[in-house]
């Protein structure tokens, strides 16, 4: 039995140094592509090119271009390059690669933690940071997490359950801050579970305000991250409940709002889609937008029958389904669903 982590241990090293020979071995590569329509013709072009994008995942318009003179940025999957280059030589429109293996750019960006790259978070949260599973998926903000405009984050303070903002966690370290935080503030938060999702993961988040089961109060809608990818929008969500429970009796702006309305906060409203990008760095996976849902087939525009995953929740609701930016390819990134709340996630 005592050699059994020690075998672990060597399994795991030879299963990730097998992963990295392969990635740095890799022949077929996501690329971005940045294009420089010089006339309205290319324009036309461009837009013939979306309307392909739309249809099926393989082309993605990470910068659009609406007139000569203003480059697109794309991102292009391995088995539309081909395609995608002899369209762009056929109309004469210039480009060039500006990211030759997107998922390597992904992967050095997230690994490669250097000494003198510690986190810009408080110290105290950089040794909680050191005791998550996922510390190699931790990211560094951008901005410096104490100041939030002229107004300093020390002002509000820190909600008494810990949170690592300044990383990206996995959605059950989320439900336990929640659940942390009807603990210690059971007069002003309660936590509501809405549904479950495709793969049997409870949907939940918190109600929040003063007198939190007076239903008379007005309520205020929050959710975050109804698309996998959208990292930013639940940790922005998270990040806001420790503002209102920290600064509730403290700061007269959050005590006003708190004492006349009630706040629903669903942070991760995808929370399948959500795992599933942060699974991997490989473009397909790691720019997930959609839920969990089973496999649909349709006929490939690249040849044969292509079976894909996934509803775009955001455009699953009733109101005005199937309207506009939706698709019916299921392997569209706006793949609308088979009818409107087809979804549990958006039901
Ligand atoms: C790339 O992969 C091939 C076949 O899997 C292998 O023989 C070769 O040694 C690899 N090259 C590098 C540089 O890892
Ligand atoms: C419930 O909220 C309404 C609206 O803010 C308020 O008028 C009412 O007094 C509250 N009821 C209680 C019991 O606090």
Same mark, same amino acid.
């Given at each position: 039995m005592k050699w059994g982590p020690l075998a672990f241990l060597v399994l795991s090293l030879l299963i990730k140094s097998h992963a990295l020979s392969n990635k740095n071995n890799r022949t077929e590569t996501f690329k971005v592509f940045r294009v420089y329509p010089q006339s309205w013709q290319h324009i036309e072009t461009l837009a013939e090119i979306r309307k392909i994008s739309e249809e099926e995942n393989e082309i993605d318009f990470w910068l659009d271009s609406r007139q000569p003179g203003q480059f697109a940025d794309i991102m292009v999957a391995p088995r539309a390059q081909s395609y995608f280059m002899d369209l762009l030589m056929k109309h004469d429109l210039q480009f060039k690669t500006t990211i030759d293996d997107v998922e390597k750019m992904i992967y050095e960006n997230e690994h490669h933690i250097k000494n003198d790259d510690k986190p810009h978070v408080l110290d105290e949260n950089?040794?909680? *940071?050191?005791?998550?599973?996922n510390f190699r998926f931790r990211k560094r903000l951008k901005d410096e %997490?104490?100041?939030? /405009?002229? &107004? %300093?984050?020390e002002k509000v303070g820190q909600a008494r359950a810990n949170y690592p903002f300044g990383q990206y966690t996995d959605y059950a370290t989320m439900v336990r801050y929640m659940r942390t935080i009807e603990f210690y503030y059971p007069h002003i938060a309660k936590l509501i579970r809405i549904g479950t999702s495709h793969e049997g993961q409870p949907i939940e988040g918190l109600k929040l305000g003063y007198h939190v089961s007076n239903t008379s109060k007005p309520g205020f809608w929050i959710d975050g991250n109804i698309h996998a990818r959208e990292w930013a929008s639940s940790h922005t969500a998270l990040f806001i409940i420790n503002q209102l429970v920290s600064g509730y009796g403290k700061d007269p702006v959050v005590t006003y709002y708190m004492n006349k309305m009630n706040f629903f906060i669903i942070p991760c409203l995808n929370p399948d889609g959500y795992e599933y990008s942060r699974s991997s760095a490989w473009p397909e996976i790691r720019l997930w937008r959609k839920n969990r849902s %089973?496999? &649909?087939?349709? %006929?490939?525009?690249?040849? /044969?029958? &292509?079976?894909?995953? /996934?509803?775009? *929740?955001? &455009?699953?609701?009733?109101?005005h389904w199937s309207e506009s930016g939706a698709n019916h390819h299921p392997c569209s990134n706006e793949y609308v669903g088979e009818s409107p709340f087809s979804e549990p996630e958006s039901r």
């Open positions: 950089y040794e909680n *940071l050191m005791h998550y599973e %997490p104490s100041k939030f /405009g002229d &107004r %300093p984050f %089973p496999e &649909r087939c349709a %006929p490939s525009r690249w040849g /044969g029958i &292509r079976c894909c995953s /996934g509803v775009d *929740l955001n &455009r699953n609701f009733d109101f």
